[in-house]
T-cell receptor, first 111, second 113 residues
Framework: QKEVEQNSGPLSVPEGAIASLNCTYS??????FFWYRQYSGKSPELIMF??SNGDKEDGRFTAQLNKASQYVSLLIRDSQPSDSATYLC???????????WGAGTKLIIKP | NAGVTQTPKFQVLKTGQSMTLQCAQD?????MYWYRQDPGMGLRLIYY???????DKGEVPNGYNVSRLNKREFSLRLESAAPSQTSVYFC????????????FGPGTRLTVL
């Protein structure tokens, strides 16, 4: 069974602090990893993707991938109330066209 | 570019009724997907189409059928709706390779009474 696991939260973080979201996956052969943000009542939108081990930074967001430990994380620096949303982790586990999705972590940024 | 569009946005059905959810993309993507999302749960794949002319079952295909009408359009049909199919349905598309991003439509909120 191919699985992607996320802590459902809610994760509560003070405004201005760093929010850390984690995701683990079951298939060691996974190739690409995506973080999506979903506001309540809206569709998921891509924040970042990462393919290689290490860190990838884009503005306030940093994705970290560790294939040996089979986890991927998302750091949000200088958290803003507008970052309050559910964050979905998705993984391409083999060469087919499907993404396997985690259930999402609800993030709440407290002013 | 409109991206991925879905119709309708909202729908209420009675048990046993049928309906078709429409999805279209204007990004010249090869792959298209239908997901459902239930409260507190992640996205579950119903069907997907890796390319024009092909369709495959996902995780939860029972009670649904799909048609890849052409490269742009991918429809989802509920032949005999059941209350368990009450959900939000998202269509997505992707250029086609494993490194490509999926782009989502705005969703259809379906209630089956």
């Amino acid at each position: 069974q191919k699985e992607v696991e996320q802590n459902s939260g809610p994760l509560s973080v003070p405004e201005g602090a760093i929010a850390s979201l984690n995701c683990t996956y079951s298939d060691r052969g996974s190739q690409s990893f995506f973080w999506y943000r979903q506001y309540s009542g809206k569709s998921p939108e891509l924040i970042m993707f990462i393919y290689s081990n290490g860190d990838k930074e884009d503005g306030r967001f940093t994705a970290q991938l560790n294939k040996a430990s089979q986890y991927v994380s998302l750091l949000i620096r200088d958290s803003q109330p507008s970052d309050s949303a559910t964050y979905l982790c998705a993984v391409n586990m083999d060469s087919n066209y499907q993404l396997i999705w985690g259930a999402g972590t609800k993030l709440i940024i407290k002013p | 570019n409109a991206g991925v569009t879905q119709t309708p946005k909202f729908q209420v059905l009675k048990t046993g009724q049928s309906m078709t959810l429409q999805c279209a993309q204007d990004m010249n993507h090869n792959s298209m997907y239908w997901y459902r999302q239930d409260p507190g749960m992640g996205l579950r794949l119903i069907y997907y189409s890796a390319s024009e002319g092909t369709t495959d079952k996902g995780e939860v295909p029972n009670g649904y059928n799909v048609s890849r009408l052409n490269k742009r359009e991918f429809s989802l049909r509920l032949e005999s709706a059941a209350p368990s199919q009450t959900s939000v349905y998202f269509c997505a598309s992707r250029k086609g390779t494993v490194t490509d991003t999926q782009y989502f439509g705005p969703g259809t909120r379906l209630t089956v009474l």
